[in-house]
Structures are given as structure tokens and as C-alpha cells.
């Protein structure tokens, strides 16, 4: 390779890499002013509880209470100074204790937390993906049409109706109608990482794993048909057909060349296991981040809040640099800068 090029491919590199930093520092910046414009706080939440539960102390030992708790997790400083405070932390990977969990590190929670998702929502994506890229491109190329009605009829009717009902739906047959068990209780202990607790962890998320494939797949089904039928009509695949090319042959090259805008489908979605699903967590009491982050934003936990979301963009940041520069390896069509 040429010095020119390069030279041309770090500096696409090093801006590339420098957008993914303005990103990640745009996405915290927003994440703390959004927290921040919550009508209430931590400390309100706790004096609030015990305002409720009959506490005995006056409004004014209450009032003292709410300044001291403001001020132990220092939510009495303006807020420009928290955004400094925020920002240095970060940097230097501290997200500050939990508020509701006072003192246990947002940190550790989410760790705790995040290997739930994982297991759960990866699984979903990738399967689902595979699911319905493969379905979709046979569906077509496939002759048998009253088939394919069928699956495009189906995906056509689930994609718009909101998880909240179709997995409600799929709860009241999985339990009610067909008695199948249910494993809804939480997370166990961890002694350590070890080959049961992992395996506990797959057989915990196996029935909400079920509901996201039923109907997860359509919305990849309906896009890579799309990308098939319109594939099918580009002229290098027609000039195969009219070579005599066999059907696998012909399958594979629709196949590959559809499956390129697919890819950024795949690695952005991916990246949502790191905010968790609020919506599935809930349904199925499934001990992830979804579930973590629903308590924080109920309990007016910024910190918990803030860190659940910052991991979230720092991984769409990150998968948005990886596919930059892995594009032009994928596709012939895009070139690095200065490559020949």
C-alpha cells in the first residue's frame, strides 16, 4: 500500500474515531440534562416514602432529612458544577453510588445486571436475524406463492402491534391455555462465575426468549424480502439466471449482497442489550437492566439512571466507529479514502 493511502486511511480512521467521541460525549451530556429535568429527585422519593408509611418525625425533621440526603450524593451543588463532577468521573470509569442503593456503585449493579440482558436480548437478536434474513430471501425466490402469502400476511399483521399486547398475548397461552411452567423467579445468588449459574441464566431467559423469537423475526423477514425481490432484478443477477445459473447459485448471490444493509441492522440492535428491554423484563419479572433501569427512573436514581443509559450510547457509538470501518470490507461498492 502506497504512503498516500496510507495516510489517508488513519486520517479517515482518527475522524471517524474523533466522531465517535463528540457522540458519546453529546449522548452523556443528554442523558444528564434529561435526568436532570425529572420533577423529582432522590431525596424527594425517600423523605416521600417515609411521608407515607406514617413516619412519626416533623415536616421540619423531614425537611433537615431531604438537605442531608441532597447533600450526600450531592445534588445541593449547581448543576453545572454535578455536569463537571459527572463528566470527570466518567472519564475516569466511576458512575458514582447508587441512590437508591446508597452505597453500592451504579457500577457493580449494573454489572450484575447487564450478563441477564445479554444472555436474553443477544440471543433474541441473533436469532430472530437469522431467522428472518434466511426466510426472507426464500420467500423471494420460492415459487410456492400461497406459502409465502401466508409469512408476509403474518409479519405483516404482528410488526405493528406493540410488544405490550403480543406479549401479554403470548403469557396468557403460554401459562393459561397451553399450562406450560413458567420460571419467574429472580435472579439466584452468584457464588463466583461458574458453569450453573450460567446455565441457570439461560433457563431463566428460555420462556421471555421464546416470546421475542415468535414474533421477533418478521421485521428482518419483511426487509430482506424487500432487498431480495429488488435484488432480483439487478442486472448481474438476471444475466446469471439467463446463464443457467442453478437456483442455489442464484439464492447465494441474492443472498450475499442483500445481506450487506442487513449488517447494519444486525450491529446496531446488538447494541440495545445494553440498555436492556423495560417492556420484556417487566412482563416476565426477568432480572436485567430493563428491570434495573424501570426501578431507577421510578426511585429518581440519576446516577443509576445515567450510568444504565451511557452504557447504551457509548455502544452505539462504538458500533457505529465498527461499522465505518468494517463497510467497505463487506461491500466492494465502498472504498477506504485513497485506496485504488
Same mark, same amino acid.
Request: charged share 10%; proline share 5%.
Given at each position: ?11 479517515? @480512521? ?11 460525549? %453529546? ?16 431525596? &424527594? ?15 421540619? &425533621? #423531614?425537611?433537615?432529612m431531604r438537605r442531608q440526603l441532597l447533600s450526600l450524593y450531592g445534588l ?32 457493580d449493579i449494573i454489572i450484575n445486571a447487564l450478563p441477564w440482558s445479554i ?6 437478536? @441473533? ?31 404482528? %410488526? ?12 396468557? %397461552? ?40 415468535? %414474533? *421477533? ?23 446469471? @439466471?439467463?446463464? *443457467? ?84 470490507? #463487506? ?10
Open positions: 500500500m502506497k504512503l498516500h493511502s496510507v495516510k489517508s486511511l488513519l486520517s479517515y @480512521i482518527a475522524k471517524r474515531f474523533a466522531l465517535m467521541i463528540i457522540m458519546i460525549w %453529546v449522548g452523556l451530556t443528554l442523558s444528564f440534562i434529561i435526568s436532570r429535568l425529572l420533577p423529582f429527585n432522590a431525596a &424527594d422519593y425517600l423523605v416521600s416514602q417515609l411521608a407515607a408509611a406514617g413516619s412519626q418525625l416533623s415536616a421540619k &425533621d #423531614l425537611e433537615n445541593d451543588k449547581p448543576l453545572f458544577v454535578q455536569y463537571l463532577d459527572f463528566l470527570r468521573n466518567y472519564f475516569v470509569g466511576n458512575m458514582g453510588p447508587s441512590f437508591a442503593y446508597f452505597p453500592t456503585p451504579v457500577r444472555v436474553l436480548l443477544m440471543s433474541a437478536s @441473533i436469532i430472530n436475524w437469522i431467522i428472518g434474513n434466511v426466510i426472507g430471501v426464500l420467500a423471494a425466490i420460492s415459487k410456492k406463492r400461497n406459502v409465502v402469502a401466508v409469512l408476509e400476511n403474518f409479519a405483516l399483521v404482528t %410488526v405493528p402491534i406493540p410488544y405490550a399486547v403480543l406479549g401479554l398475548a403470548f403469557l396468557i %397461552v403460554y401459562a393459561l391455555v397451553l399450562k406450560l411452567p413458567l420460571t419467574m423467579y429472580g435472579r439466584p445468588v452468584a457464588v463466583g462465575v461458574s458453569l450453573g449459574y450460567i446455565l441457570s441464566m439461560f433457563e431463566r431467559a428460555l420462556v421471555p426468549l421464546l416470546g421475542l423469537v415468535i %414474533v *421477533g423475526w418478521t421485521g428482518s423477514f419483511l426487509y430482506m424480502k424487500n432487498l431480495a425481490v429488488r435484488m432480483m432484478q439487478e442486472d448481474f443477477i438476471v444475466y446469471k @439466471i439467463l446463464q *443457467g445459473a442453478k437456483d442455489r447459485h442464484v439464492t447465494g448471490m441474492v443472498f450475499r449482497n442483500a445481506l450487506i444493509p442487513q449488517y447494519t441492522g444486525l450491529i446496531l440492535g446488538l447494541t440495545r442489550v445494553f440498555a436492556g428491554s423495560m417492556l420484556v423484563e417487566y412482563l416476565f419479572n426477568y432480572p436485567g437492566i430493563g428491570l434495573i433501569l424501570r426501578s431507577a427512573i421510578s426511585s429518581g436514581d440519576f446516577n443509576l439512571m445515567v450510568g444504565i443509559v451511557s452504557i447504551s450510547v457509548i455502544a452505539v457509538a462504538i458500533a457505529t466507529f465498527i461499522l465505518d470501518l468494517t463497510y467497505p470490507l #463487506l461491500d466492494p461498492r465502498i472504498r477506504y479514502p485513497g485506496a485504488g
